[in-house]
């Protein structure tokens, strides 16, 4: 079964936007440990594709929660605490991370610095 | 000013400069990590050769871009990659830090010091992989760049800019020939405008390299040199880059304006090292499972052997790649690729090295397309009928095994040609100026060897050029010079010779 086949197969799992389990079952039995595998790994990856994951030193307000979501439509946003990054947001969107927080260009400083300095 | 009051106002002048941008990562996860190859999911926006970094300062270069996976190749051992790491992209091409701090020091293709004596400084980042220079930019070779070798500044001239390949057997004196030539470097610095010289060592032992650094500063040719080391154990990424780096390196010195020498020691074992990594990447594989993309390999090397014109600078890179054959042949899969690249091949031959002809040069299937250009006139007048004579006597050699009986004119040929062979025999590490090298062919086509036994013929070089150095100093000074024989400088070679002669004893 083709890379491409396993990836309409992933398509044909969802229900309005939602993993439907009754049609993931029917899939299941079809396949073998192989495929079954690259069904799971490429099931994630939709997942992944579907959700947003903030990262903020502090609890965001409502303000900015909305602002967040207007600006992801039609995407989960899962909200996380890391008080390491001092100020700002890590914003993770699949395979794609926007640093925008205060430990990102401080880290940015110390790397200039020493890559200049011995 | 206090030193530290120094730094720190560097520091406020450089967060002046500093601008803060929103970074933007690309992320992987790692899916396998197989003999240097690792496999990663993710990474969407990845580019071909971009720099990719894993947890755990490792960094590996991006090879293959699959549907949904990329495959890197890891500049390091690897072996805390494990399943599950996160793999992010850099943004950047793979390039190695160039500077003056290079000269007189072993790096390895990353421009990690190997010899121990601390940090390099680094001026500008070379990318390793760059579009060579366009013929816009060029202008033909028409310097030459003198090897200090007889047998090839006499037959096979090369010139600055050119990519003359030196190919041959194991153990008949590749290297050697390449390092002389770094050693005649030496007498340009000098005088004339001097030739930067970067020796490449692609998967040799690290006491043969260690040997050549030596021999380099016993010759204090080592100031003037950068090696560039991916030795044997060292892993396939490296040495299949080592090259690379190398001509970045070489690059870096040629947009000065300066005169550079890459010799790239050996490109059959690049080959190696990129077939390896081909087939752990799962590329198909073809002839002698290389893969199909090995001529390109090559070709996009040593396209980057350029002498470029006055309006770009004038800097040049000449490129000697250095091929190992099996059993002298010549026609094998690489040794012809590299052979078709390059503007011609030196050939050593293993018969010639052992009836101690060395050099082991086959001046019949020797040739340098480009470099006749590049001769001076001087060796030119002198050398010309040289390559003829010596060929024909070869060819003349083989029928007078069979023992039958010569007429008189076959005879001084055969016997003029042991002379020339002769003359053309060269100590290892003992580059020889071109006015020194002028006299001795002069002195051999112009019939002045003939009435020497042949056993005489290397001391009474050897002799003559010391007769000279003291007694016709004005004469090497007017050979040095370049320009045409004329009449006169003939004059001044003939009296020369008949005044060393008289005083030249058996």
Not at chain 1, 63 to 77: A, V
Not at chain 2, 160 to 177: N, W, Y
């Amino acid at each position: 079964m083709s890379h491409k086949l396993i990836k309409e197969l992933v398509l044909a799992s969802y229900t309005n936007g939602n993993l439907d389990p009754e049609k993931v079952e029917k899939i299941v039995r079809l396949l073998n440990r192989a495929l079954l595998k690259q069904y799971i790994k490429a099931l994630k990856n939709r997942e992944l594709e579907t959700i947003v994951c903030v990262e903020s030193p502090y609890e965001l307000d409502k303000r900015y929660k909305k602002n967040l979501e207007d600006m992801f439509p039609k995407k989960k946003i899962a909200y996380n605490l890391d008080p390491t990054l001092i100020s700002g947001l890590r914003i993770t969107q699949n395979d794609l991370i926007y640093e925008l927080s205060l430990k990102i260009t401080l880290d940015q400083i110390l790397k200039k610095i020493r890559e200049n300095y011995d | 000013m206090t030193k530290s009051n120094d730094i720190i106002e560097r520091l406020e002048k450089q967060l002046a400069h500093f601008s803060f941008d929103p970074k933007t990562e690309n992320i992987g996860t790692v899916e396998k990590n197989n003999d240097g190859v690792v496999i990663a999911s993710g990474l969407s926006r990845a580019m071909i050769g971009e720099l990719v970094m894993f947890t755990k300062d490792e960094s590996g270069v991006v090879l293959n871009l699959d549907e949904d996976s990329v495959s890197i190749i890891l500049l390091g051992s690897g072996d805390d990659i494990k399943e599950g790491d996160t793999v992010k992209t850099t943004g950047k091409l793979l390039s190695i830090g160039a500077s003056e701090d290079l000269l007189g020091r072993v790096i390895n293709p990353q421009g990690v010091p190997l010899d121990g004596k601390g940090k390099i400084k680094k001026t500008k980042d070379m990318p390793l992989e760059r579009i060579a220079a366009g013929v816009v930019e060029r202008e033909p070779v028409n310097i030459p760049l003198k090897t200090g070798v007889k047998a090839i500044d006499s037959m096979i001239p090369i010139g600055r800019g050119q990519r003359e390949l030196i190919i041959g057997d194991r153990g008949l004196g590749k290297t050697a020939i390449a390092i002389d030539t770094i050693i005649n470097q030496k007498s340009y610095h000098k005088s004339l405008k001097p030739v930067i010289c970067i020796y490449v060592a692609i998967g040799q032992k690290q006491s043969t390299v260690a040997q050549i650094v030596a021999k380099l500063k016993e010759t204090d040719a080592f100031s003037y040199t950068i090696v560039v080391a991916a030795n044997a154990p060292d892993a396939a990424t490296l040495q299949y880059l080592a090259p690379y780096a190398g001509v970045a390196i070489a690059e870096y010195f040629m947009e000065k304006g300066e005169d550079v020498l890459v010799i790239y020691d050996d490109l059959t074992k690049h080959a190696w090292a990129y077939r390896q990594l081909s087939l752990v990447l799962r590329r198909p594989a073809g002839r002698e499972a290389y893969p199909g993309d090995i001529f390109y390999l090559h070709s996009r090397l040593l396209e980057r052997a350029v002498k470029l014109n006055k309006k770009n600078g004038g800097g040049s890179i000449t490129a000697l790649p250095i091929i190992e054959t099996q059993a002298g042949d010549i026609s094998a899969y690489i040794p012809t690729n590299v052979i078709s690249i390059t503007d011609g091949q030196i050939f050593l031959q293993g018969d010639l090295f052992n009836i101690g002809i060395r050099p082991a040069i086959n001046v019949g299937n020797s040739v340098s397309r480009v470099g006749g250009a590049a001769q001076t006139d001087s060796m030119k007048s002198v050398s010309g009928k040289m390559r003829l004579e010596l060929a024909q006597y070869r060819s003349l050699e083989a029928f007078a095994q069979f023992g039958s009986e010569l007429d008189a004119a076959t005879l001084s040929q055969l016997e003029k040609g042991k002379r020339m062979s002769e003359i053309l025999k060269q100590p290892q590490y003992q580059p020889m100026p071109e006015s020194l090298q002028i006299l001795s062919i002069w002195a051999v086509t112009n019939n002045y060897l003939d009435d020497i036994e042949v056993q005489h013929v290397q001391r009474f070089e050897k002799e003559l050029h010391e007769y000279a150095k003291t007694h016709a100093k004005k004469l090497l000074e007017v050979l040095d010079g370049g320009e045409k024989l004329n009449d006169q400088t003939s004059k001044l070679l003939k009296k020369t010779l008949e005044d060393f002669k008289k005083v030249f004893t058996i």
